[in-house]
Nanobody, 119 residues
Framework: VQLVESGGGLVQPGGSLRLSCAASGITFSDYAMRWYRQAPGKQRELVAG??????????NYVDSVKGRFTISRDNAKNSVYLQMNSLKPDDTARYYCNSRHPREGWEYWGQGTQVAVSS
């Protein structure tokens, strides 16, 4: 199983980034997908989640990103995305892709992609 994140980088406050996570080795549509982030010295935080394809792709967000971030999935491409708009310095963190099977509990992580928001 592999989850490979991409799309991170350095952006100015107010800018946008789109993170991607490509999954292999799993039946992607069966898995709920999530984006977490971890800033230096802080605990890993759940940012956004989307339910499995068979569950209708229901989304949820941490309050601090509501209205700015959008999670989406493309089951045909085995990929999940995080569109991040109106970025703030507090969004600076390493962002991780996570997959979890809702019934079996199998869970996998990517290596992360770094996002830095700074002027």
């Amino acid at each position: 199983v592999q989850l490979v994140e991409s799309g991170g980088g350095l952006v100015q406050p107010g800018g946008s980034l789109r993170l991607s996570c490509a999954a292999s080795g799993i039946t992607f549509s069966d898995y709920a997908m999530r984006w977490y982030r971890q800033a230096p010295g802080k605990q890993r935080e759940l940012v956004a989640g989307i339910s499995s394809g068979s569950s209708g792709g229901i989304t949820n967000y941490v309050d601090s990103v509501k209205g700015r971030f959008t999670i989406s999935r493309d089951n045909a491409k085995n990929s999940v995305y995080l569109q991040m708009n109106s970025l703030k310095p507090d969004d600076t963190a390493r962002y991780y892709c996570n997959s979890r099977h809702p019934r079996e509990g199998w869970e996998y992580w990517g290596q992360g992609t770094q996002v830095a928001v700074s002027s």
